[in-house]
Nanobody, 124 residues
Framework: VQLQASGGGFVQAGGSLRLSCAAS????????MGWFRQGPGTERHFVAG???????HYADSVEDRFTTSRDDAENTEYLQMNSLKPDDTAVYYC???????????????????WGQGTQVTVSS
């Protein structure tokens, strides 16, 4: 599985961005897609997850501001980010994991393929 993330950029606080993650090589079902972010000198943290069933899960810090979705025809996942804050500044990664159970959805180690990351910078 190969993932290509795009859509990052520079935005003022309160603004919006939409990230895309184009996937190739996926087959079958029972996989999950995740979005993670990593700030300078920090660990990679869970942001949002989209299970194959269509259910979504979010970190508390982005709940009600971020929405993840997918377009099956385009093999692409999206992360719509609204009401952005300076604390959202980070490199954002999309990830693929096969057979990821719900209790492991937020775990970096559960994902086997990662996109290259896209920088999001939010100014105050």
């Amino acid at each position: 599985v190969q993932l290509q993330a795009s859509g990052g950029g520079f935005v003022q606080a309160g603004g919006s961005l939409r990230l895309s993650c184009a996937a190739s090589g996926r087959a079958g079902s029972s996989y999950a897609m995740g979005w993670f972010r990593q700030g300078p000198g920090t660990e990679r943290h869970f942001v949002a997850g989209l299970r194959y069933s269509g259910t979504t899960h979010y970190a508390d810090s982005v709940e009600d501001r971020f929405t993840t979705s997918r377009d099956d025809a385009e093999n692409t996942e999206y992360l719509q980010m609204n009401s952005l804050k300076p604390d959202d500044t980070a490199v954002y990664y999309c990830a693929y994991g096969r057979g990821v159970i719900l209790s492991n959805l937020r775990n970096v180690a559960a994902y086997s393929a990662w996109g290259q990351g896209t920088q999001v910078t939010v100014s105050s």
